[in-house]
């Protein structure tokens, strides 16, 4: 599996790592995969929701510690 981006939004607080997560899908190409990580505790739903609502599947959650880890694909 080959990460196409990757978003590393460590210490951002609370909305901003899902707004900037949604800003940054829309470019993705078909089959393209981006990492997210970040550690507001909120986004372990927001962020895989959001995306699922916008057409693009989740391929994992990971978490370690406070960090989250989120791979996302273009279908």
Sequence with gaps: ?????S???QGEACPYPA???LEVLP???S???LEV???CPQS???IPEDA???GFKVLKINQSGPTLRFLIQKP
Aim: one cysteine or more.
């Design 1 to 5: 599996m080959k990460i196409t981006y």
């Design 7 to 9: 978003l590393n939004l």
């Design 19 to 21: 707004i900037a997560t």
């Design 27 to 29: 470019q993705l190409k």
């Design 31 to 33: 089959g393209e995969i």
């Design 37 to 39: 990580l970040c550690d």
């Design 44 to 46: 372990i739903n927001s």
């Design 52 to 54: 699922k609502n916008r």
